[in-house]
């Protein structure tokens, strides 16, 4: 079992940043943050490893960047150039490296970006 504690979500302005970090209570390999907007399906946001291994969705190429600090078991998602589609509920989760299949998934922690 593993605990995740996501934080850093709020409220921000239309080309603002904000930074989310999540803790995870053991060591893990491979993590992600997905998104979900109102009434939308949640969607992958990136993905990272210890090997410092990152993808990111298309959708926020150049715009956001995950990396994971493996001492302190925290994986961080900074997005800067925040627009109002953007707007919602972001969860931390540990990923399967073989698979990418969710194993866990944080509270979530909410973004919304006003215009």
């Known amino acids: 079992q593993v605990e995740l504690v996501e934080s850093g979500g709020g409220s921000v302005q239309s080309g603002g940043s904000l930074e989310l970090s999540c803790a995870a209570s053991?060591?893990?390999?491979?993590m992600g943050w997905f998104r979900q907007a109102p009434g939308k399906e949640r969607e992958g946001v990136a993905t990272t490893d210890r090997d410092g291994v990152t993808t990111v969705a298309e959708s926020v190429k150049g715009r956001f960047t995950v990396s994971q600090d493996n001492a302190a078991n925290t994986v961080s998602l900074q997005m800067n150039s925040l627009r109002p589609e953007d707007t919602a509920m972001y969860y931390c989760a540990v990923l399967s490296c073989s698979n990418w299949v969710t194993l866990y998934w944080g509270q979530g922690t909410q973004v919304t970006v006003s215009s």
């Open positions: 053991r060591y893990t390999h491979c």
